[in-house]
């Protein structure tokens, strides 16, 4: 059976991008910050979120479940009910303060194609999945992608114990959202069941807007590791104690915090950051006896981010030494760098030249996304859509209806083309 090729109208784009927004900003008013947009795994509005995606899946004709680690999944049937899957997908939870497309958008993305493709769908030689995944971020456990990991059957058992910021553990998170922890494995999908994955997010950067363009095809994600950092000192009178009989616990993770800046501008494609600083007992007349520091290490190559590690472990040595303070360390996320496959950045490529884009960028993603646990089982490929002012991580995001439609006649022409292959 030959595959029809598309004819998608500029009406038809139009609208489907229309209601892409309409659904974004729907979905940010499913939040536990008022007045701004946090959604986290395990919460009362990641459930609400999930019964809305899944109304959402399910009117365009995908069969729904919510897997056994969170994840909404949908899924509608090629030429053979039995084939593996091409899964589409993003995430639905968000940093806190978030923007409202950060994840979302590729979601919605993956909705409204499998609605653009829906009469084609049964003469692919593939299924197709959309899987609205549970946890990209991290926000609440400090663990990122969670879900798309239990997804990958990379599920480790050491996180049942991880806790939030009020002490609860993921065990206690999954039994309070309804979710059987011994049944996380439920969720994991086998090599053989996927074709690949292929996901459409907002670029969390400047480039295509500073080339002018409005799709980029990705071509790998940055390797990661996230640290929780605490230092020790002493907690002193503020007015009482000289300098000289000090060991204040924030000058010395300020010192570190300002040799991350150092150390990676040094490097090539590699990007460190402070985003938590604490100090402790946190009063304005004593002198910090303690602070705790997040760190964010992303690179293009897990051998550069290494490097720099050990050597901010060796300026914590030295700084703690001079100032006579103690630190230590705790790795809290460690995430390989994952390459695109290049076929499906080739279908990509392809989309988006379908969609009237010539030449497109290639772009490396310095940002985490999904793909990053499920590039375990299967190949990957993104789409990048343009971020005028590259905001993101903040309520500012944004991108134009515009840019949605052409991004999703990109989507689904790479679809289309990788069902030809
Ligand atoms: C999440 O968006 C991340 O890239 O850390
Ligand atoms: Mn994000
Ligand atoms: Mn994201
Ligand atoms: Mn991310």
């Given at each position: 059976m030959t595959i029809p090729l598309l004819e998608l109208t500029a009406d038809g784009l139009a609208n489907s991008a229309r209601r892409i927004m309409a659904r974004c900003n729907e979905l940010a008013?499913?939040?536990?910050l008022r007045g701004g947009v946090e959604r986290v795994y395990l919460s009362p509005e990641h459930a609400r979120a999930n019964r809305l995606a899944a109304e959402w899946m399910r009117d365009v004709g995908l069969t729904t479940h919510q897997d056994a680690a969170g994840n909404q999944v949908g899924r509608i049937s090629g030429r053979d009910p039995e084939a593996p899957a091409l899964m589409l997908g993003s995430h639905l939870d968000t940093v806190p303060?978030?923007?409202?497309?950060?994840g979302i958008l590729g979601v919605l993305m993956a909705i409204e194609v499998v609605r653009l493709l829906r009469s084609r769908?049964?003469?692919?030689p593939f299924c197709l999945e959309v899987v609205a995944f549970s946890?990209?971020?991290?926000?609440?456990?400090?663990?990122?992608l969670l879900g798309s990991a239990a997804v990958a059957g990379s599920?480790?058992?050491?996180?049942?114990e991880l806790t939030d910021a009020y002490g609860i553990t993921v065990r206690q998170a999954f039994l309070e959202f309804g979710?059987?922890?011994?049944?996380?494995?439920?969720a994991a999908r086998r090599p053989?069941?996927?074709?690949g994955y292929l996901e459409a997010h907002i670029e969390q950067g400047p480039q295509l807007d500073r080339a002018g363009q409005p799709l980029a095809v990705v071509s790998s994600i940055a390797s990661a590791r996230r640290f929780q950092i605490t230092i020790r000192g002493e907690a002193r009178h503020a007015g009482g104690t000289p300098y000289d009989m000090r060991h204040d616990a924030l000058l010395g993770a300020s010192e570190i915090a300002i040799a991350v800046e150092r150390l990676c501008l040094a490097e090539h494609h590699l990007i460190g950051t402070v985003g938590q600083l604490n100090a402790y007992?946190?009063?304005?007349n004593v002198v910090p006896g303690e602070a705790r520091l997040s760190l964010d290490l992303r690179g293009e190559l897990e051998g550069t981010r290494d490097r720099v590690w050990a050597a901010l472990t060796r300026e914590l040595d030295q700084i703690a030494g001079r100032r006579g303070l103690r630190w230590e360390a705790r790795e809290v996320h460690t995430a390989s760098a994952m390459v695109c496959e290049p076929l499906l950045m080739d279908v990509m490529r392809a989309g988006i030249e379908g969609s009237g884009q010539t030449d497109p960028i290639s772009l490396f993603s310095p940002a985490g996304h999904d793909g990053m646990a499920i590039g375990r089982i299967a190949d990957i490929g993104m789409l990048f859509l343009r971020n005028p002012d590259g905001i993101?991580?903040?309520?500012d995001e944004y991108v134009s209806t515009e840019d949605i439609a052409v991004g999703l006649r990109a989507f689904a022409e790479a679809i289309v083309h990788l069902a030809r292959e």
């Open positions: 008013r499913i939040s536990s303060d978030a923007g409202r497309f950060d769908i049964p003469t692919f946890d990209e971020e991290g926000t609440r456990f400090g663990k990122a599920w480790d058992p050491a996180w049942w979710l059987d922890p011994s049944r996380v494995g439920e053989d069941e996927l074709v007992p946190g009063a304005v993101s991580h903040h309520p």
